[in-house]
């Protein structure tokens, strides 16, 4: 376990082994960055709501049988990681081999609350600051489809280096410098043909999002799920078995895996997909937890887990508040360590983070 009294350099070597950058491919750090530098891109997946955690931190719930997890529908993908198999267990194998959850803990309890305590600094948009912090782009920052930003999030807030908020919301404008043979390509993966312009479907969603980010977005927002109430999708009240939960996440599971598949292949792209809500849910009743546990898909991700949920659904106590998984997904994502480090109290907050061990 780490402590909080630590080096400038150790600060670093964490941040590294948190987001699996020392050791990819068998390959060292330093010739990893001698490789020619690819364009980042962050995807962030909101389930709005707050999902139980029984899709990345599976293993909390074993014993008590909470939220329905038994040893049939459990996936162990190593270093603490257990998974739900129906969802995020059957990903492609590329995405669970590099793939990691991230516990967090805010202290709120509404929906609002928690959504501004992940999405924001304060006032200031975490995926602006994102953006901001990558190369530039034509597309800096998008927000997808006709759900936008959750309810609670400021819509307009402060913009980072000139760069604010894209809503696209038709399947045409994401389309951007793509060819006719391309476009067309994209949207036959999943599907979204027709002649709705709106992007107001989960298959509209999804062919948006990927055709953003070959166009070479730096951060692209959506919300995929289109099932249950617009505003809080997730918002899975009394569902103590996890079967609503696996209802709505199961029209997620087969486009997402699609889209993983698809992204983590380009080349010369070093594409991040991070899942997740406002919090997770507690026991009993599927309540607010005051955090949840994110999932974090990339490249540089070394499969693992940062801390594993209590029995009941509520994020460790010692959980780092959101900040640091923003600081994760930076290092994940390869921005500078001026960055990584940059975000307020980083340091503290990935000190307190026990990192992935080695494989």
């Known amino acids: 376990m780490l402590t909080h009294a630590m080096t400038r350099r150790g600060f670093l070597k964490a941040s590294a082994a948190l987001a699996g950058t020392l050791a990819v491919g068998g390959q060292n750090l330093a010739a990893e960055t001698r490789r020619p530098a690819e364009r980042p891109t962050l995807v962030v997946w909101w389930l709005n709501g707050g999902p139980a955690g029984l899709f990345n931190s599976a293993d909390a719930f074993l014993a008590n049988g909470a939220f329905g997890v038994t040893p049939d529908n459990m996936r162990a993908l190593g270093n603490g990681l257990y998974v739900d198999a129906g969802s995020l267990g059957a990903l492609p194998a ?21 959504r501004a305590a992940v999405l924001q600094s304060g006032s200031r948009s975490q995926l602006l600051r994102m953006a901001a912090a990558m190369p530039r782009s034509a597309t800096p920052c998008a927000i997808v489809n006709n759900l936008g930003l959750p309810v609670g999030v400021a819509v307009n807030p402060p913009v980072e280096q000139g760069i604010g908020f894209e809503h696209v919301t038709k399947l045409e404008d994401a389309r951007r410098t793509l060819s006719t043979a391309q476009f067309n390509d994209i949207r036959q993966a999943y599907g979204a043909f027709g002649t709705h312009p709106a992007i107001d479907s989960q298959r509209a969603s999804f062919a948006a999002v990927e055709a953003l980010v070959h166009a070479g977005a730096s951060v692209v927002f959506a919300q995929p799920a289109y099932t249950g109430r617009e505003d809080r999708q997730f918002d899975t009240h009394h569902d103590d078995i996890g079967k609503v939960a696996r209802e709505i996440m199961a029209p997620i599971t087969p486009m997402l895996a699609t889209f993983l598949e698809r992204a983590m292949a380009m080349p010369g792209r070093n594409v991040v997909t991070l899942l997740t809500g406002e919090f997770s849910r507690t026991l009993p009743g599927a309540d607010h937890a005051k955090g949840g546990t994110a999932t974090v898909i990339g490249k540089y991700v070394r499969t693992g887990a940062t801390g594993r949920q209590q029995a009941d659904g509520s994020p460790p106590d010692d959980a780092p508040p959101p900040e640091a998984l923003w600081a994760f997904v930076a290092s994940a994502l390869r921005l500078p360590a001026a960055f990584r480090g940059g975000l307020t109290s980083a ?8 990192p992935l061990p080695d494989v």
């Open 94 to 114: 590329m995405a669970r081999a590099y793939m990691a959850s991230v516990h967090f803990r805010h202290g709120c309890y509404s929906h609002n609350d928690s």
């Open 347 to 354: 340091e503290s907050q990935l000190a307190r983070m026990r």
